[in-house]
């Protein structure tokens, strides 16, 4: 039982706060569980970052660039998240279009350019994506010296997170809208509702339409971070992924942990709380028994 319409659960990691420690052991203990799952890269981090490709220009390459390049050559980074760390937290830098056009150019010619792009951080971030519900976003704005929409098209960018596409709901359709698969469980589903549709399809202010997805965040206080990902991942709610059919992405940060005041932290070690390990072998043994698939984003997006 490992066809494709077999419920099926994919992480999207964004990788703030992230070090390249973290990330060797995070993936680590997933590939140890046989849990499948991509991950996330930054494009510059001008104040710095492990996780980011480069600082402020192509010229000035990240501490882990050639890793990171590695990862994204094999597919095991998937996501650009978003144009790097431009958050006005962080640098007073701001991403322009001409930055992330040198970087994407240098992507299709060093490596490749990761197929899904997620939003990052506040506002700094000019370069988000606004979709259907612009605000400070200017990624799709034609006007903004910050516009690279057309950009990430052109360089094969398929799949947009914005701000708006985080969910409270943990189960979706699947993606291309397949007919969900025969069970005994197909009444319950009935009784439950159709989920809403995994990835939509959105208008921008650049005339563009772009595929959209959404990822379950769930009503926490503060963005889901390693140690809240046991809580996503709690039986009831994966119960009703294998009741209802159909796909979930979880939206993750799991290099973040959090301090007494509930501040991000990065760099802990071990980097997954107990709980969280506990969660991920609960969820590996489901997939061990074929009742659900846990695959790559890029894989479950298509
Ligand atoms: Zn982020």
Same mark, same amino acid.
């Given at each position: 039982?490992?066809?494709?319409?077999?419920?099926? =659960?994919?992480?999207?990691?964004?990788?703030?706060?992230?070090?390249?420690?973290?990330?060797?052991?995070?993936?680590?203990?997933?590939?140890?569980?046989?849990?499948?799952?991509?991950?996330?890269?930054?494009?510059?981090?001008? $104040?710095?970052?492990?996780?980011?490709?480069?600082?402020?220009?192509?010229?000035?390459?990240?501490?882990?660039? *050639?890793? %990171?390049?590695?990862?994204?050559?094999?597919?095991?980074?998937?996501? %650009?998240?978003?144009?790097?760390?431009?958050?006005?937290?962080?640098?007073?830098?701001?991403?322009?279009?001409?930055?992330?056009?040198?970087?994407?150019?240098?992507?299709?010619?060093?490596?490749?350019?990761?197929?899904?792009?997620?939003?990052?951080?506040?506002?700094?971030?000019?370069?988000?994506?606004?979709?259907?519900?612009?605000?400070?976003?200017?990624?799709?704005? !034609?006007?903004?010296?910050?516009?690279?929409?057309?950009?990430?098209?052109?360089?094969?960018?398929?799949?947009?997170?914005?701000?708006?596409?985080?969910?409270?709901?943990?189960?979706? $359709?699947?993606?291309?809208?397949?007919?969900? !698969?025969?069970?005994?469980?197909?009444?319950?589903?009935?009784?439950?509702?159709?989920? !809403?549709?995994?990835?939509?399809?959105?208008?921008?202010?650049?005339? =563009?339409?772009?595929?959209?997805?959404?990822?379950?965040? #769930?009503?926490?206080?503060? $963005?889901?971070?390693? *140690?809240?990902?046991?809580?996503? =991942?709690?039986?009831?709610?994966?119960?009703?992924?294998?009741?209802? #059919?159909?796909?979930?992405?979880?939206?993750?940060?799991?290099?973040?942990?959090?301090?007494?005041? #509930?501040?991000?932290?990065?760099?802990?070690?071990?980097?997954?709380?107990?709980?969280?390990?506990?969660? +991920?072998?609960? +969820?590996?043994?489901?997939?061990?028994?074929?009742?659900?698939?846990?695959?790559?984003?890029?894989?479950?997006? #298509?």
């Amino acid at each position: 039982m490992n066809d494709a319409r077999t419920p099926a =659960l994919a992480f999207c990691n964004d990788v703030d706060y992230g070090t390249w420690k973290a990330y060797v052991e995070v993936h680590g203990i997933l590939r140890e569980l046989g849990i499948a799952a991509e991950d996330s890269v930054f494009l510059y981090a001008p $104040a710095g970052s492990e996780l980011a490709l480069f600082r402020d220009s192509v010229e000035r390459k990240g501490p882990r660039h *050639e890793e %990171l390049l590695e990862e994204i050559r094999s597919g095991r980074i998937s996501v %650009l998240h978003g144009a790097g760390e431009f958050s006005a937290s962080e640098t007073p830098v701001r991403p322009t279009r001409r930055m992330v056009a040198e970087a994407l150019e240098y992507l299709d010619r060093t490596a490749r350019v990761p197929s899904i792009w997620t939003n990052h951080g506040d506002e700094g971030n000019l370069s988000n994506i606004g979709g259907a519900a612009p605000t400070y976003h200017e990624g799709d704005r !034609p006007d903004s010296d910050a516009y690279i929409l057309d950009l990430l098209v052109q360089a094969g960018v398929r799949y947009f997170w914005a701000d708006h596409h985080a969910s409270n709901d943990f189960v979706f $359709a699947w993606p291309g809208g397949g007919a969900a !698969p025969a069970s005994a469980s197909a009444g319950r589903r009935a009784r439950g509702g159709a989920p !809403p549709p995994l990835v939509v399809e959105e208008g921008t202010r650049a005339g =563009l339409r772009i595929r959209c997805f959404r990822r379950f965040r #769930g009503p926490l206080p503060r $963005a889901p971070d390693a *140690e809240t990902l046991a809580w996503q =991942l709690a039986g009831e709610r994966l119960d009703r992924l294998l009741e209802k #059919g159909g796909v979930s992405v979880l939206y993750q940060h799991w290099y973040v942990r959090r301090d007494p005041s #509930g501040r991000p932290v990065g760099g802990r070690h071990p980097a997954l709380p107990d709980a969280t390990v506990a969660a +991920l072998r609960r +969820l590996a043994e489901l997939a061990r028994t074929g009742t659900l698939r846990v695959v790559g984003l890029s894989e479950l997006l #298509g």
